[in-house]
């Protein structure tokens, strides 16, 4: 569970109401899955999921460091032919570094540039960061072995209105919750601090963990980072 899983609906402007409708997954097509997968492998992209369900029907799924949004590639998955999905846009916090690290790691990323992120056959686009540092104004491109794109974009703040509210009584239920739940780990164990045991417990749940299982996760982090164990 997350505290934006409890968010089933949005107020807007006009007073209407909308069911929310969140990107989960963008399919990329590919001519050999299985060296798409080695080389979202070894860019550190998460591994979700390699179901073979059927003779020429194999799902594959990865999701990049830090997202919600995940991709799909395989085999019979798409009729798009490989390559032709267009540009998919990443957003980092440090263009420089992260086009440092996907080197690294076997990408082969284009030189940062300004201007037009998005554009035909490249065009507008300038070498070199924005030169005024501004957020969203800073790019760099690079494509998987089937040449499916993908746009780095700088971004180190938000326009406004592009972040998420919390839903501040849902936050403060899972606080409660957590609460609870060190309250019974505290009452067994030796002296430490609470807010040790909270952040795993809380993290879990985030992604998604039952409460059993958010227990597990916070005992084994305090057992083995800071040696706290029950008595």
Same mark, same amino acid.
């Given at each position: 569970?997350?505290?934006t899983?409890?968010?089933t ?5 006009s007073?209407?109401r909308?069911?929310?409708l ?17 080389? #979202?492998?070894?860019? *550190?992209?998460? +591994? ?8 020429? %029907?194999?799902? /594959?799924?990865?999701?990049?460091? &830090? ?6 590639? &395989?085999? &019979? ?9 267009? $540009? ?17 790691? =076997? ?5 940062? %540039?300004?201007?037009? =992120? %998005?554009?035909?056959? *490249? ?9 005024? &540092?501004?957020?969203? *104004? ?9 040449? !499916? ?19 501040? +009584? $849902?936050?403060?239920?899972? /606080?409660?919750?957590t609460?609870? $739940? ?10 430490? !601090?609470?807010?040790?045991? #909270?952040?795993?417990? %809380? ?13 597990? $996760?916070?005992?084994? #982090?305090?057992?083995?980072?800071? =040696?706290?164990?029950?008595?």
């Amino acid at each position: 569970m997350s505290t934006t899983d409890t968010i089933t609906t949005e107020t807007r402007s006009s007073g209407t109401r909308t069911s929310d409708l969140k990107l989960e997954v963008a399919v990329l097509p590919v001519a050999d899955a299985d060296r798409a997968k080695a080389f #979202y492998t070894a860019l *550190g992209w998460r +591994e979700d999921a390699d179901f073979p369900i059927s003779e020429g %029907f194999r799902v /594959l799924q990865f999701t990049p460091p &830090g997202s919600q949004a995940s991709i799909i590639f &395989g085999t &019979g998955v798409t009729p798009a032919t490989p390559g032709a999905g267009g $540009a998919h846009l990443l957003t980092v916090d440090d263009i420089e570094a992260a086009r440092a690290e996907l080197i690294e790691r =076997g990408a082969d990323v284009s030189e940062v %540039f300004h201007g037009r =992120g %998005f554009s035909d056959a *490249g065009q507008g686009r300038i070498p070199g960061k924005a030169p005024d &540092g501004q957020s969203y *104004g800073s790019f760099a491109t690079f494509s998987d072995p089937d040449g !499916n794109e993908f746009l780095l974009q700088e971004v180190t703040s938000r326009l406004p209105g592009r972040v998420e509210q919390p839903d501040i +009584e $849902a936050l403060a239920g899972l /606080l409660l919750e957590t609460a609870l $739940a060190h309250g019974r780990f505290e009452a067994v164990t030796p002296e430490h !601090n609470w807010w040790d045991w #909270y952040a795993p417990y %809380f993290a879990a749940r985030e992604q998604g963990s039952t409460a059993e299982q958010a227990t597990e $996760a916070a005992d084994r #982090y305090m057992k083995e980072v800071h =040696g706290v164990v029950p008595r």
